[in-house]
């Protein structure tokens, strides 16, 4: 049982280059997370799933892109990278909704935008 | 919309000693959870300890125990017998049903031999 995995866990883009980090998580979780973490913050969320097919916006979702095609992966895309996602990214899973149910998170990846 | 709020951007302890790290948050809510993740260098969050509004009795979990004072809106993690493992960032954490989690800026905690 792995739990939930990222990759990869390292990336350095160019400004404009484009990427998809991929979560996949065996715990037959319907909800799944995408956050970044940035030095002196919090975690912020970025967009979640509620179950395959389905996808929805966090708090900072402008310039990223998810897909949720199978239950066990989530995607998160960045179409035009910009310096202003050099961040890490977590990936995260839950049972049930948000509220009452833990939250697993992934390793994180750390990207770079030059 | 909801705050969370760690006052100690850093801290140290002895090994074996006891610390207690700080957050209080902001809502206008009644029922809610709250949490403590850790963050070790590896990276990986991992959660430490969680508490529901409606349960007056502190969560315990091990070595960690909180002190959850809903009237002045605090939930602060004790950390007992602290051990070099335990150095990491801690966050806590707030949510509501049906809304997203909000995290804390962290606190580094560093266990020193």
């Known amino acids: 049982n792995a739990g939930v995995t990222q990759t990869p866990k390292f990336r350095v883009l160019k400004t404009g280059q484009s990427m998809t980090l991929l979560c996949a998580q065996d715990?037959?979780?319907?909800?799944m997370y995408w956050y970044r973490q940035d030095p002196g913050m919090g975690l912020r969320l970025i967009h979640y799933?509620?179950?395959?097919?389905?996808?929805a916006k966090g708090e900072v979702p402008d310039g990223y892109n998810v897909s949720r095609l199978k239950k066990q992966n989530f995607l998160l895309g960045l179409e035009s990278a910009a310096p202003s996602q050099t961040s890490v990214y977590f990936c995260?899973?839950?049972?049930?909704?948000?509220?009452?149910?833990?939250?697993?998170f992934g390793p994180g990846t750390r990207l770079t935008v030059l | 919309a909801q705050t969370v709020t760690q006052s100690q951007p850093e801290m140290s302890v002895q090994e074996a000693e006891t610390v207690t790290l700080s957050c209080t948050y902001d809502t206008s809510e009644n029922n809610y959870y709250l949490f403590w993740y850790k963050q070790p260098p590896s990276r990986q969050m991992i959660l430490v300890i969680r508490?529901?509004?409606?349960?007056?009795q502190n969560a315990t979990e091990n070595r960690f125990s909180v002190n959850f004072q809903k009237a002045a809106k605090s939930f602060s993690l004790k950390i007992s017998d602290s051990q070099l493992g335990d150095t990491a960032m801690y966050f806590c954490a707030f949510i509501r049903s049906g809304q997203n989690f909000v995290f804390g800026p962290g606190t580094r905690l560093s266990v020193l031999p």
């Open positions: 995260a899973s839950s049972f049930g909704h948000l509220s009452t149910d833990t939250q697993y």
């Open positions: 715990m037959n979780h319907e909800y």
């Open positions: 799933s509620v179950g395959e097919g389905t996808t």
């Open positions: 508490q529901e509004a409606y349960k007056q």
